[in-house]
């Protein structure tokens, strides 16, 4: 879940906003608001709730490419060319703090911080009024923007923290970027939260990759399947029906042995649309390509449309759009969805000729809306196509971010929204070596029933000889499927071993390492459960990391050595960026199956020292967002009281999992 600025109390606090006015610009007078407009309600909010100053910083272009670029075109043209009154009407952010201005009106107060850019604002910010809005310039004056380098990154970064006690990131439309006042500020700001733009967005987009309203249809056009593979490898998870239309749909119908006449081709991607087109009848998702098309002699405005009635395209035709044939499936398929995504128009909808295919697509989804369908439009083009027909009022979502919104369709994390998430509880069952086959799917059946309704995050652990009876009853539900261990090599000669590979094949996304059984009973040591963890990762595994001290260690007064011994060499050689699939579990081992407990506040002082260790090994904000479970002893009547606890964000729950009576009520706390 993300934490928006609803969650924070905000009163008398300075306030560091990221905000999206990358608004086109000419002459110094802003050409669409679009952006400036769509900032406004977290502004508004900001202020309302007696912040004392809010400052916002965006980028505006980028001063150095395109002057660059601007300068070349110039020369070529023969032309004049004054780099800094380009730059003057191009990048410089007074024009738009004037427009903020006039958009608030009586709201706020808003200043320009001054042309000489970012740093050293913080006696310009503290000497305002109470409740002023601060502007700062262009951050893309800074090569440390969007440096390469994290030191670099840092260095604006830190700097720009100084201005606020928490950072609010409301820029959907740089959300994919890891930049210094999108991502890297997080690091040294108390707190970061999402605004309502970003919450917006992230609350339409994730759920269509994570969790959709089915059946999904996808609506993918545009013009490459380069640009797009990940997406429709993404969407074909979920997605009952995947229409491919647009130029990229002629790759498709290439590799199908379509005659595709002079369309656009991506010779290249023969290969990736034929395994595209595998993977859908494997994942059962029917594929939609045109049935027929509106060609053109030459591909002009001015080039008269020529109905093709059939698949193939005649060899002096270029495909332009789809025909009324492929309109009318669409139309059927777009009917059963729940939930329809579109991305990429289907044709070249610039072209008034051959603007219909997409039209009547824009129309189509706008009575779905109507019927109850949730519909998300998001890419620059798709965007502007239904901006052309007068329908974003009619759609459930319009995305504001073109490359932000395909990167979240593709399923990948946004460092810009990464920054702004809370931590989700975690609630996993480790079911040991019990039950059969039989047995355990049962088990899996009654959780997957009682916990439909769960607000956190679960996993369900069975034996291997259960994996995949289990595996196939949570498929699609809300649990995640576990195993307790793997063996160290990838594959090879290890008699009793079970690899990562096999574990991948039975459909497994969590692997619990270094349970105190397998440290204690079977002897594996830290160096052991660190190379099982990479091995882990590199394929692709999430890792519950188990760690906790004996009886003995603890009556020694060794809590803590032990604690940050096995954090340690545990996550030896671990990158900052592959934390986010790890999850740490504290198991006081004296309290597991002996009737001891810790008490809550046993449990919250060791945990606060892990994060501790994690926070010296990869600074605050990956710290902040590592799930600690909780595994000792973890009950009904005891789970809501720990979890209460500041940093006890879950449970690895072991004979308490066993039945749904006593493993439900946990995993539901309140
Ligand atoms: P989005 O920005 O919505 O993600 P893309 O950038 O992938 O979409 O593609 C949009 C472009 O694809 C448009 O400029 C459109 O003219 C072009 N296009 C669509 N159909 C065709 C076609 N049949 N031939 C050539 N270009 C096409
Ligand atoms: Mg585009």
């Known amino acids: 879940m993300i934490k928006t600025v609803k969650t924070v109390d905000l009163k008398g606090k300075r306030v560091i906003m990221r905000v999206d006015f990358n608004v086109p610009m000419k002459d110094g007078v802003v050409q669409d608001d679009t952006r400036i407009v769509a900032a406004i309600p977290t502004i508004k909010y900001i202020l309302a709730q007696g912040a004392k100053t809010l400052t916002l910083m965006s980028h505006l272009g980028d001063p150095a490419k395109d002057a660059e670029k601007a300068k070349t075109k110039a020369e070529k043209d023969g032309k004049s060319f004054n780099m800094s009154s380009y730059i003057k009407g191009k990048h410089r952010m007074a024009p738009v703090s004037a427009y903020l201005q006039k958009k608030l009106g009586k709201t706020a107060t808003v200043v320009f911080a001054g042309e000489d850019g970012c740093y050293n604002k913080k006696a310009f910010i503290d000497g305002q009024k109470p409740g002023t809005v601060i502007m700062l310039e262009n951050t893309r004056f800074h090569k440390e923007e969007t440096a390469k380098d994290s030191k670099d990154l840092d260095k604006l970064a830190k700097a720009l923290a ?55 249809v996808a609506i993918i056009g545009g013009a490459k399947v380069s640009s797009k593979i990940a997406v429709l490898e993404s969407l074909l998870k979920n997605a009952s029906a995947l229409v491919i239309g647009g130029a990229m749909a002629y790759t498709f119908l290439k590799a199908q042995g379509k005659k595709i006449g002079k369309s656009m081709v991506e010779e290249d991607q023969i290969a990736t649309a034929k395994k595209i087109l595998e993977a859908a009848k494997k994942a059962g998702a029917e594929i939609v390509l045109p049935l027929d098309h509106v060609g053109a002699e030459k591909f002009d405005a001015a080039s008269k449309p020529v109905a093709v009635a059939a698949v193939n395209i005649p060899d ?10 492929t309109l009318a499936k669409y139309k059927q398929v777009i009917s059963k969805a729940k939930t329809l995504v579109w991305n990429g128009p289907v044709g070249v909808f610039e072209f008034a000729a051959f603007a219909k295919g997409t039209e009547a697509v824009a129309k189509l989804a706008a009575a779905a809306t109507a019927r109850g369908t949730v519909t998300v439009v998001g890419g620059g083009d798709s965007v502007a196509a239904v901006n052309k027909f007068k329908l974003a009022s009619k759609m459930s979502h319009v995305s504001t971010g073109g490359g932000a919104s395909l990167e979240l369709l593709e399923g990948r994390k ?15 069952g480790n079911w040991k070596m019990h039950m059969t086959r039989a047995e355990s799917a049962n088990l899996a059946k009654a959780l997957v029933k009682s916990l439909k309704s769960g607000k956190h995050r679960y996993l369900v652990a069975p034996s291997f000889t259960s994996l995949e009876s289990v595996g196939e009853v949570i498929k699609g539900s809300n649990i995640l499927l576990g195993a307790q261990n793997c063996a160290a090599e990838e594959q090879g000669a290890h008699t009793g071993e079970v690899s990562v590979l096999q574990l991948k094949d039975l459909g497994v996304q969590v692997i619990i390492l270094g349970h105190s059984e397998r440290r204690h009973s079977y002897k594996e040591d830290d160096a052991l459960i660190n190379k099982k963890l990479k091995l882990a990762l590199k394929h692709g595994f999430e890792v519950i990391l188990c760690i906790g001290e004996t009886l003995e260690e603890r009556e020694k007064g060794n809590v803590e050595s032990v604690c940050k011994r096995q954090t340690e060499k545990g996550l030896a050689g671990v990158e900052a960026q592959d934390l986010s699939g790890i999850t740490i579990a504290y198991e006081p081992v004296w309290a597991i199956g002996t009737g001891k407990t810790a008490t809550p506040d046993d449990a919250q002082a060791v945990h606060k020292f892990v994060r501790g260790v994690i926070e010296k090994l990869y600074g605050p904000a990956v710290a902040r967002l590592m799930v600690i479970q909780y595994g000792g002893s973890v009950k009904p009547d005891n789970a809501a009281q720990l979890m209460a606890m500041e940093d006890i964000d879950g449970a690895l729950v072991g004979g308490a999992s066993l039945k749904p009576d006593s493993f439900t009520p946990i995993a539901k706390f309140s």
Request: glycine letters at 8%; hydrophobic letters at 40%.
């Open 414 to 428: 946004l460092p810009g929204i990464e920054v702004t998430r809370g931590r989700d509880y975690f609630i996993a």
């Open 162 to 216: 100084e201005y606020g006690d928490i950072f609010v990131n409301d820029a959907f439309g740089t959300a994919h970027r890891d930049h210094a006042s999108t991502a890297s500020i997080a690091k040294f700001v108390p707190l970061s939260v999402a605004g309502f733009l970003m919450e917006k967005e992230v609350n339409y987009l994730e759920p269509i990759v994570t969790n959709p309203s089915k059946p999904l």
């Open 316 to 325: 002096r035709l270029i495909g332009m759009d789809v025909g009324p044939k």
